[in-house]
């Protein structure tokens, strides 16, 4: 059986090493667009602040034991087009490459907010945003430019405050702004939010919310955040970073639906409405089982567990059926109402834990 995954990051490298675990034979290639296949992009920050001093010890796994478990990995290439009828995916190189089945590990991109200059300066300018491993070496080369001591973090969401702290470790002067008027605004009630506003201001970082940015620009030397209260904000670099939101095109030009969050619809097998082919991680949806319903959770921990599924799924032939065009599923559908074969009953043979 031919399994082919788009991405490789924390769905796509763990759904292929458990399709391996369930059938050592199956065919698994993986589709990286980067160089930098199964690093931790959770851990960015620690990189930046000097805790993990290599960029390389961000990697869960290196190339070698990738495979050595028996992946095949293809990097730094994109597929651009998938075309279902043909069992088929396009790549960037005009390649056309044949599966069985699918597993769509697009993840998320950055959302980038309607602030005027920021299209027009980039890393070369001391304006950054934090997602790919390239990113991560744009900004590490920032930092290290003579004269850099202060920093603006536009977003007080996780990967905000945690440059915050990271940024402050590296000895920088760090000021952040955020729209909502308390940091993690949808993650913390108040209470706690104001404790953790008090922890940021111990260790001498400006917080300033309910302020919406609306212009960067280079001023001599330096760089002026505008606020739409007027206020100016100076700083040696500016970081960018408001969240994120699932990275859908490709999928959805070849007909994936999509649900909650504007991420790809799966049901819990982690099928898309289009037969053999599946989707994991943070370009998609995840069935709350408290709430029960779906949500959007762009995280490493939840990307991890669904990569499980999907690739446990695809490898174990359970079904090639695609998914209602909508799939929502109540509590009478509980885990053990699944095929004994189905992955939801069954504990991963390969762990991974960020």
Same mark, same amino acid.
């Given at each position: 059986?031919?399994? $082919?995954?788009?991405? /490789? ?6 759904? &292929? ?25 959770? &851990? ?30 293809? $990097? ?21 490459? /044949? ?26 300018? /001391? ?15 920032? $930092?290290?430019?003579? &004269? ?58 400006? $917080? ?91 995280? &490493? ?27 929502? !599923?109540?509590?009478?559908?509980? !885990? ?19």
């Amino acid at each position: 059986m031919r399994l $082919l995954i788009i991405g /490789g990051s924390d769905a796509g490298i763990e759904a &292929g090493l458990s399709a391996k675990a369930v059938d050592d034979r199956h065919d698994v290639t993986l589709l990286v667009a980067d160089h930098y296949p199964n690093y931790s992009i959770c &851990g960015i920050p620690y990189h930046v602040s000097g805790e993990v001093p290599q960029a390389s010890d961000l990697a869960h796994r290196t190339q070698d034991d990738l495979k050595a478990a028996g992946l095949n990995l293809r $990097l730094g290439e994109r597929a651009v087009a998938i075309d279902p009828a043909r069992h088929t995916v396009i790549t960037d190189s005009g390649q056309r490459l /044949g599966y069985d089945r699918l597993i769509i590990g697009t993840g998320a991109r950055p959302q980038r907010p309607p602030i005027i200059g920021l299209d027009a300066l980039g890393p070369q300018d /001391g304006v950054h945003e934090l997602h790919t491993m390239d990113d991560t070496v744009a900004l590490t080369a920032s $930092l290290d430019r003579p &004269g850099v001591r202060s920093a603006i973090v536009i977003g007080a969401g996780y990967i905000g405050l945690e440059m915050a702290e990271a940024l402050t470790t590296r000895g920088l002067q760090v000021t952040v702004l955020e729209r909502f008027d308390q940091v993690m605004a949808r993650s913390l009630d108040a209470e706690a939010a104001d404790r953790l506003a008090a922890e940021l201001a111990r260790h001498g970082v400006e $917080l300033h919310c309910g302020i919406t940015v609306e212009s960067i620009a280079r001023h001599g030397d330096g760089l002026v955040v505008t606020g739409a209260d007027g206020q100016h904000h100076g700083a040696d670099l500016v970081l960018v970073v408001t969240g994120v939101q699932p990275d859908t095109e490709l999928a959805t030009s070849a007909g994936t639906l999509t649900g909650a969050g504007s991420a790809l619809a799966v049901d819990r097998r982690m099928r898309t409405n289009l037969p053999d082919i599946y989707a994991a991680g943070d370009c998609v949806e995840t069935y709350h089982r408290l709430l029960d319903r779906t949500t959007y959770i762009p995280l &490493g921990t939840t990307a991890h567990k669904q990569g499980r599924v999907a690739g446990e799924n695809a490898a174990g032939g359970t079904a090639s059926s695609p998914a209602r065009s909508a799939p929502r !599923w109540s509590r009478s559908s509980t !885990w053990s109402a699944l095929p004994r074969e189905s992955v939801m009953a069954r504990r991963p043979k390969q762990a991974l834990r960020r």
